[in-house]
């Protein structure tokens, strides 16, 4: 079933299945080995029990959903199924089923082709749900947030890592010129192409600050919404929860910092 209906969708599609083979080498060349440090840190703050479940949406070649699954200690032969990665395309989901070769995710993670605006699950059946710069490619942010908030349990987490702009001027000097050459510049000459690499960096100079993410995430009714700004606010990892009745919430959104709160942040009534 062809689940791509705008040209936004058949546009991201058509990037991430040109760059399978080398997004995630390119990744950590462009983020300077960054990326692998924050989704360890989304791992912590998702802070997965054995017993729970989670959903990585855009789950791309699967790096979080294995992070989350590393990050539990008791993961063992009988464990039962903890993450579910979900992801329009295909190619990506083939290189992250791969990944599956290895024993110690086998069984743990699943991988299914689903869109990150209409999640192919019931309401209320995983414990955290988590989005890995997936935000900036969807078609719809706020139906999104809907969504993980729906398909999550009441008080389950709900978490985005996400490159944003950052609110320091001195650092937005630098970032921009990176963004506009050096990013494109550095990933056409690796992967062969430039569309795809104009594509992220227009897609990641046009986006938003973190808080404007946040005034999402609470204009969709999460509550406690929060987030850690990383590497000088390049990027954020935004956390909210799900309420018990879901309501527009009047809380305002506010930064926390990554090391004072130890990474952890609790979902408390
Ligand atoms: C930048 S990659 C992120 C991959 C992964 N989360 C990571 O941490 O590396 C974005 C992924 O989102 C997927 N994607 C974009 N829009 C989507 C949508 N509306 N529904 C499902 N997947 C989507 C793309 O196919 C791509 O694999």
Known sequence: MNLLKTPKQHLVHKVFASIVE?????????SMGQ?????????????????????DLCTGTGSLAIELVKHIDTVSEGAPLTVVGIDFCDEMLSKARKKLDNPRYKGKVEFVNGLAEDIPFADNTFDCATIAFGLRNVENIQRTFSEMQRVVKPEGKIISLELVIPSSPIIRCFYYPYLKWI?????RLISKTGIPYQYLSDSISGFMSAQDLANIMISVGLKDVGWHNLSCGVAAIHVGCKLVSVQPSAISGQQISYHQSKGCLSCQP
Do not use: H, M
């Open 22 to 30: 080398r997004y995630e080498l390119l990744n950590t060349i462009l």
């Open 35 to 55: 990326d692998a440090y924050w989704r360890k840190a989304v791992a912590k703050i998702a802070d997965l029990k054995s017993n729970q479940i989670a959903i």
């Open 183 to 187: 990013l494109p510049f550095i990933g």
